[in-house]
Structures are given as C-alpha cells and as structure tokens.
C-alpha cells in the first residue's frame, strides 16, 4: 500500500545550522506532496506543498522538491531558528480523490541557541 | 482566517463513559476528517465524510463512530470510553480533491481513567 517513510528524529541542531529532514513515498499514481508543522501544544499547519513532479514547494525559508525520479520530498533549510522548534510531517494525498493524507511518522526538531 | 474549532482543548473522562468531541468549520469545506495522535504511531484516521451525513471507515475505526448533521460540523463519538483511547483528537477539513491541503484544528488531548 502507499506510505511515506520519514528520518527517525528528534533532531537537534544549533540556530543558524542547515536542516535536511528526509521524506520518500510509495504510491501508485501522482500524488501531491505535503509537508506539515506542529508547534509545541498546537494542531498542524501546512507549511509548504508541491502537486506535480519537480515542483518546489516554499515557504518561511523552507524548502522542498518533488523527485519522481527519487520519489523523495525532502525538507531544507539554510539557517534554523530557535522558533522552528517542532514536528515536522510529510504527508500524501491523491488527486482527483476524496482520499485522506496519508503521514509520516513525524520528525521532531529542536533548535539550541 | 481559515478556521476549524474544536470544543474542548482538554478532556478527562472516565472508563464506559459516551464522549462527544465535536469539531466546527467555516470554510464551507466538503470533506471533513477526524485523526488521532499518539507518540510514536503519527497520525492515523479514525473517520472522514465527503458530505453530509455520508462517512467513511478510516484506518482505525473501531470503538467510535461519527455524525454529520450539518456541513460544518464533524462529531466524534467514543460510545464507550476506555484507557486506550487516551490521546490527542485532531479534526481536519478541505476540499475535494486530493490537490488541496486539510486544515486542522488545534486538537482535544483526551485522558480516560
């Protein structure tokens, strides 16, 4: 069945590192490409998506590309901040479906300063 | 603003007892999801409805049912509360097509004794 394998966190960084978060799917068809974020005692919010291949999803200096080819939708960003502490979820869902996300597990970020 | 409410942020309940957590949208959204979220399992859906009064099974549908009475509101219901379903209740919402992100609410931590 379709799935969506993320790192295994936590994962801890000093403000101002680099921050790689890997996420690569199974899926039979196209799906569109989520990555989610949970602050410390809030629900999710979308933090960025990409619908087709090689899109680039952007937003509050993150980053992510949908690899066909690789079947991967990685998070990066250049330069964390200490308000980016969070989980971090990648997720699929299908076009053209009523369907629901489908989620990684999750990947917890913390940001020393 | 976008906004899906839910109407508790915490609840302390006690074993066989019926819990309603109910979950409100103003986006005139169609589809509406309920999610739950544990510690090393991410998220998993329980239910989702396409419209009112039609749902689906999600992938852990046992021990709860849903309703939807009205297009914005998605009811959750425990009909006999245990210790396992102790967690966090997310409630999600979007459009149709799998092209569109979910909006989620802010989450209900449910503890039953």
């Known amino acids: 069945g379709d799935s969506v394998t993320q790192m295994e966190g936590p994962v801890t960084l000093s403000e101002e590192a680099c921050l790689t978060i890997n996420c690569t799917y199974t899926a039979t068809g196209y799906p569109s490409l989520f990555w989610y974020v949970q602050y410390p005692g809030e629900g999710l919010q979308l933090l960025l998506k990409?619908?087709?291949?090689?899109d680039k999803g952007s937003n509050k200096g993150f980053e992510a590309t949908y690899r066909k080819e690789t079947t991967s939708f990685h998070l990066e960003k250049g330069s964390v901040q200490v308000s980016d502490s969070a989980v971090y979820f990648c997720?699929?869902?299908?076009?053209?479906?009523?369907?629901?996300?489908?989620f990684g597990k999750g990947t917890k970020l913390s940001v020393k300063p | 603003d976008v906004k899906v409410t839910q109407s508790s942020r915490y609840l302390v309940k006690r074993t066989g007892e019926k819990v309603f957590l109910e979950c409100v949208q103003d986006m005139d959204h169609e589809n509406m999801f309920w999610y739950r979220q544990d510690p090393g399992l991410g998220l998993r859906l329980i239910y989702f409805s396409y419209d009112v009064k039609m749902k689906e099974k999600g992938d852990i549908p046992e021990g709860y049912s849903v309703s939807r009475e009205k297009k914005e509101r998605f009811s959750l219901i425990l009909e006999s509360a245990s210790t396992n379903q102790t967690s966090m209740y997310l409630c999600?919402?979007?459009?149709?097509?799998?092209?569109?992100?979910?909006?989620f609410g802010p989450g209900t931590r449910l503890t039953v004794t």
């Open positions: 990409a619908t087709k291949a090689d």
């Open positions: 999600a919402s979007s459009f149709p097509d799998g092209l569109y992100e979910q909006y």
């Open positions: 997720a699929l869902r299908y076009r053209g479906s009523q369907g629901n996300l489908i």
